[in-house]
């Protein structure tokens, strides 16, 4: 089958194979055939060595398709089923899960480290355990999550990452109150389900910032009520709070500068939301007295910080309602032959979200 291969992590570019095998299946699996994948920057993060991922691998955590065959005592799906691929699936037994915590579950993370596809050359390892830049994959069962007949699969695919973490941020983590003032930094395709997660909790002032114009003007169709370069959020701190600073403010970048500017924003007693996916040395700083005095809750968020099952059905019921626009965070659709443009779309900072049709 067809797949996209990174052959060494710090490479640009990823090869389109057609000798590529999907491996594993047995007893607790799912045989997956991917419709569509989102291109996320966790993506462009693993192949850069930003996250760690054993190489040679295909990236590609944010699939959906149909399952084609399952194995020995999965009982949840069955062939012809539509699903969603959860790239961080609960075990439902670890002491993580027994308190609620299920975002939090390490059972993906160990499964990542067992390749799940193979070439001629030797084996390929999937990004996160999963690996939709293929044509098929073989995924725990857990991974594999139904969906309804009524949601397109490229819309399912964004639900299984980036917007489920965009508005649980919102919605779980910092529990963003209604007529508060927001400030999102970092408005790529997470970010801006961030602003869609604040307006649904009706924040009054949601500011979006980001160095890319087109971005900033995307966001106000997505219910940011202003867009700022991050020069110019300073400004917009003492315009719109009086320079006491916002409520909540995202970090939707994950580098060590935007999160120290991020805290600099959030007024005192607020709540700085770290949604950012950054490098392990890469190190932000807070002197003790500021931490005690300003008493501002730092608050990271892990895929969005909640139940991730029912976080796919709230944002399966807001699309639905229509108080998220999912569609339109698709800004580029490509085939998996052209995945070299679409990751040059998305470093250049053109593309909220593309969509890879398989």
């Known amino acids: 089958m067809r797949a996209a291969v990174l052959h060494e992590t710090g490479q640009d570019k990823l090869e389109v194979l057609d000798d590529v095998e999907a491996v594993g299946f047995g007893p607790g699996k799912v045989r997956v055939r991917i419709r569509a994948t989102g291109l996320c920057h966790s993506d462009l993060s693993a192949m850069s060595g930003v996250l760690p991922q054993p190489a040679p691998f295909v990236p590609g955590h944010e699939g959906a398709g149909e399952v084609l065959e399952v194995g020995e005592g999965v009982t949840h799906v069955k062939a012809g089923d539509r699903v969603l691929v959860c790239w961080l699936p609960a075990c439902n037994n670890c002491p993580a899960c027994r308190r609620g915590q299920n975002h939090l579950c390490l059972t993906g993370f160990m499964n990542a480290g067992t390749p799940n596809f193979k070439r001629a050359t030797g084996e390929v390892f999937g990004f996160a355990g999963t690996g939709t830049f293929a044509e098929e994959a073989v995924l725990d069962a857990p991974c594999a999550v139904p969906i309804p007949d009524d949601?397109?699969?490229e819309i399912a695919a964004l639900i299984g990452c980036g917007v489920t973490t965009g508005l649980g941020a919102a919605f779980n983590t910092a529990k963003v109150e209604a007529g508060s003032s927001v400030a999102v930094i970092g408005c790529g395709g997470v970010g801006i389900s961030a602003i869609q997660g604040a307006r649904a909790c009706g924040a009054a002032q949601i500011v979006a910032v980001d160095p890319v114009a087109s971005r900033r003007e995307a966001?106000?169709?997505f219910g940011a009520t202003e867009g700022v370069a991050p020069d110019e959020l300073a400004d917009a701190?003492?315009?719109?709070?009086?320079d006491e600073g916002f409520d909540y403010v995202f970090e939707v970048v994950g580098k060590s500068a935007t999160t120290r500017t991020a805290y600099e924003t959030t007024r005192r007693g607020g709540t700085l939301c770290v949604v950012?996916?950054?490098a392990m040395d890469d190190q932000v700083q807070f002197n003790m007295f500021e931490l005690f005095f300003d008493e501002k809750r730092i608050l990271p968020s892990l895929y969005g910080?909640?139940?991730?099952?029912?976080?796919?059905?709230?944002a399966v019921e807001l699309w639905r309602a229509g108080r998220i626009d999912l569609e339109a965070l698709i800004t580029h659709r490509v085939p998996l032959a052209d995945i070299n443009e679409a990751i040059g779309q998305m470093r250049s900072g053109e593309a909220l979200r593309t969509s890879v049709s398989l």
């Open 151 to 153: 949601v397109p699969f």
């Open 305 to 314: 910080g909640g139940d991730v099952l029912r976080s796919y059905d709230r």
């Open 237 to 242: 701190k003492r315009r719109l709070t009086g």
């Open 219 to 221: 966001a106000l169709n």
């Open 276 to 278: 950012g996916a950054g």
